[in-house]
């Protein structure tokens, strides 16, 4: 049963948004998920408390950014601190971030007691769910989970060591939901029943795809747009600068520091990969934490920094080569264009959970990090992709609308 948080008589409905700074991916479907809920509700205040570089999408669009932003512990840089080459193993990193956490969630504890919210809603906010998990007598709003994966996963080279690890979470977390229902008023999975991988959470625990079909809503999936038409394309090439006779490439790597490697091994194949189509070039978009100009200087291949509107940028691309991020591949996946993806090593999410539901799309081919070291196998690579015929299963719309309408419910 859905219960309302009654909230004093005569003010706004106050939402204070928690958004994943690691990767740029969750801001824009929850820049999605907002604008709608201000459809359904004129009168929301909504307040964001994240860190850069979602503060920095957040601003763009004219958001309020609450100041104590600037308190929050960077989990970013943790993450690229514990990265090496196209290498991030995500799961040790999470659990040797114990003091980001602790902090983050001090911080948004202090202004949830400063301002009185009547709806929480958080993004993979690992800290504030764990904490208040723990501590539920905390709670004085209501609260929303939003996931698009359930269920640490070992990677296969870590050892039977790591496969207890990750069952050990996965069993406090189940514990927890357990003993406090009442904390997450509601859990929302973007994506659909298919998209949850069918494994169990360890050895004696339960099947994870099961397990969340009967604890979470669905939402389908979140875009935060509709795919582009023909005429926008060709809007979005005129204003890259591409004429309609250039064949074009765009490679991106997500919103943290993490991809200068495979970055760098891009910009090594160009040569090879233009000697087979002159008219090719390259747009590789960096993201905010990476400079452009700590990068060698290629013919045919143009480097940005950040770029808005990214998605409509690589539904204008003939061609895209990404890391295995979620936000990125669907994204390409929904503009229907061709793409190589390359799944950071050791990271159990882009590796198992966003290949698992790539492979239900039919969309994109994966290529792992030890094949892209040959520049002449990744020229190939890319010019094979040139013109191909996309088959991938059509990414459905209206993810962020029925977000919003179970968000609005609680207000």
Known sequence: MTVKWARAAGRRPRVLYLSSPIGLGHARRDLAIAQQLRVLRPDVQLDWLTQHPVTRVLQDAGERVHPACTWLASESAHIEAASGEHDLHVFQAIREMDEVLVNNFMVFNDVVEQTPYDLVVGDESWDVDYFLHENPELKRFSYVWLTDFVGWLPMPDRGERESLLTADYNA????????????????????????????PFGPGLPNIRRWTAENYEFAGYVTGFEPPTDHEIARSRRELGYAVEDVLCIVAVGGSGVGE?????????????RAQVPNLQFLIVTGPRMEPTSLPSVDGA??????????????AAD????????????????????????PLRHHFEQSIHVHHRLQNYRAGRRADYDD?????????????????????LPVESGGAQRVATMLEELL
């Open 172 to 199: 406090e977390m189940l514990e927890q939901r357990a003993r406090h229902r009442r904390v997450r008023d509601r859990q929302i999975f973007v994506g659909n029943p298919e998209d949850v991988v069918d494994l």
């Open 372 to 392: 892209v070291s040959s520049p002449q196998w990744l020229a190939e690579a890319i010019v094979e992709k040139i013109g191909s015929e996309v088959t991938s």
């Open 302 to 315: 143009t480097l940005r920094g950040y770029v808005p509107d990214l998605y409509l940028r690589m539904a």
């Open 261 to 273: 490697a495979l970055v760098r091994r891009v910009l090594d194949a160009v040569p090879l990969a």
């Open 319 to 342: 061609v895209a080569v990404v890391q295995g991020g979620l936000t990125t591949t669907m994204e390409l996946a929904a503009a229907r264009v061709p793409f190589i993806y390359v």
